[in-house]
């Protein structure tokens, strides 16, 4: 007698999908040949090998896929391979601009450039500490301008701000955003020799023009970050019958403290490498100055432009220079960023 034996059953969460190496096997042969192609047609070069090999593999990783894994599935890989790509090619300037900052400013990053300042240097030598100085201050100060006009304007556009006046300031904010720079510079000079007289350039003039692109910066940011704190919080707080303001105070900043201060860190890298306002507002020198109400102030990227522009005789010295500037702002901002990220996980409301 014979038996009948069950068909042997499918897997249907394996079936009919690529293996977990295929992609990687697939982009290294797309570049392998590719690279071959153009080496043998005697037009090698690495952009061009890794273009074209990247549109080989999306073209073979959908047709490869939509015969094994069907059409749905290899729309999918398309899409993934595409919005892949775009993040690679969004990566791709800001990695090249650390990597050249770092490998053209290591040569002077050493303890003159962060002790000594360009009084008296002519060619090699000579540090940054008065740049840097500068940057600290005329920062600082807009700083303490900027974050607490930005986060009052925004508590009052979402907490109390209603009609016309409302209307009014979010127009100004949206206006002030796109502004340019220069402009920013030229009102804060115009102000101070209105104030003080002619040719008034200080670190406080440079702070103001900062300010200026700061303040909208900060409001959106903090007005954003302010409208996610659930009504549900400020409703259980007013139904035990606390004001307004102190509901403002208790309960919505707290909640959104660690949003308040990404949105603050935001707007200082905004502002902390502009050149063209402080190079209006606060001059420059070539001496170490730390009273920000009197005399000009050298400020790091009017250092890295000064060192670029006016090269002497020894021009790669200037040069030199210019890139550890360009490094040592891009450590401030980063310095900047992850003091901000601890502060905002060590104040911020448990679970968030």
Known sequence: MSTITAPARRN???????PGWTMPVVLAAALILTGLLF????????????ICGAILFTVAMV???GAVEGSRKAKDRLATILVTSAFC???LPLVSVVFEAVSQGIPRFD???FTYSMRSIVGAG???????????????IAAVISVPIGILAAIYLVEYGRGRLAKGITFFVDVMTGIPSIVAGLFAYALFVIIFGPGTKTALAGAVALSVLMIPIVVR???????LVPNELREASYALGVPKWRTVVRVVLPTSLAGLITGVMLAVARVIGETAPLLIASGFTQSMNTNPVSGPMMTLPVFVFRSYADQGQDAQAYLDRAWTGALTLILIVMLL?????LIASRFAPKGQ
């Open 221 to 227: 940011a903090a007005e954003e970050m302010l409208r």
């Open 337 to 341: 960023n992850l003091t901000a990220r």
């Open 63 to 65: 047709l490869i896929s």
């Open 12 to 18: 249907l969460y394996t079936a009919g999908k690529l």
């Open 89 to 91: 090619l969004a990566l």
């Open 126 to 140: 000579g540090g940054a500490v008065h740049a840097i100085t500068g940057t600290l201050w005329t920062t600082g």
């Open 111 to 113: 303890l003159q450039f």
């Open 39 to 50: 080496a043998a047609l005697g037009t090698f070069g690495l952009a061009q090998v890794v």
